[in-house]
């Protein structure tokens, strides 16, 4: 069965540094992926997608991910974090039998060191 | 613009009540999506709506689980009998169409506890 698997369950950093979250997949074909972020009391907001092309994606927000086939890896990565960027993340692969359906990791807790 | 509204924002019910928990989406948006968030887990698919039509429905946990949505636009999630691991925060999210090239927008989530 498919899946995706972000290691990290938290990462602490401190505010202006950089920033790497880990996700890797299982995918038989060239997958879709999303990164995800969920500020506490709000919804889930989508910060980038990779569907083909490029294999690094810029994003909103200052963030920006590398699709890594060999690795099956999709890290999202920020130079420079401001304290607002706490929050949860979330990495998500395409269903590969599904033309809608997405497969969630567990997330990943972003704290902010002052 | 409006986003996906959810509501209540938080239910707190006993075992054995039923509960209903309503999503509307962004008004033109012709995708609907169900989803449960369990503490330390990723997203759970539960059920999608292509306009009124609800064409799969495996991912709902049991038959105590039911969903529908009227006008193609406001859906509801009903849960009968409920029990204590259906506590979970239920999204909602819509998107124009039912393709995964289409940004799907999330509501805030209902957050569900049985005591």
């Known amino acids: 069965a498919q899946s995706v698997t972000q290691p990290d369950i938290h990462i602490t950093v401190s505010e202006g540094a950089s920033l790497e979250l880990r996700c890797n997949y299982s995918?038989?074909?060239?997958?879709?992926l999303f990164w995800y972020v969920q500020s506490p009391g709000q919804g889930l907001q989508l910060l980038l997608k990779?569907?083909?092309?490029d294999t690094l994606v810029q994003g909103i927000k200052g963030f920006e991910a590398e699709f890594k086939r060999s690795q099956s890896s999709f890290n999202l990565r920020k130079p420079s974090v401001h304290w607002s960027d706490a929050a949860e993340y979330f990495c998500?692969?395409?269903?590969?039998?599904?033309?809608?359906?997405?497969?969630w990791g567990a997330g990943t807790k972003l704290i902010i060191k002052p | 613009g409006a986003g996906v509204s959810q509501s209540p924002s938080n239910k707190v019910t006993e075992k054995g009540k039923d509960v209903e928990l309503r999503c509307d989406p962004i008004?033109?948006?012709?995708?609907l999506y169900w989803y449960r968030q369990s503490l330390g887990q990723g997203l759970e698919f539960l059920i999608y709506?292509?306009?009124?039509?609800?064409?799969?429905k495996s991912g709902l946990p049991s038959d105590r689980f039911s969903a529908e949505r009227t006008g193609g636009s406001v859906s509801t999630l009903t849960i009968q009998r409920t029990q204590q691991e259906d506590s979970a925060v239920y999204l909602c999210?819509?998107?124009?169409?039912?393709?995964?090239?289409?940004?799907?927008?999330f509501g805030p989530g209902t957050r569900l506890t049985v005591t």
């Open positions: 990779y569907f083909s092309g």
């Open positions: 998500a692969v395409g269903a590969d039998d599904s033309n809608y359906q997405l497969i």
């Open positions: 709506f292509q306009g009124n039509s609800a064409p799969d």
């Open positions: 995918y038989g074909a060239t997958p879709y």
């Open positions: 999210a819509s998107s124009l169409l039912i393709d995964i090239s289409y940004e799907q927008y």
């Open positions: 008004s033109g948006h012709t995708a």
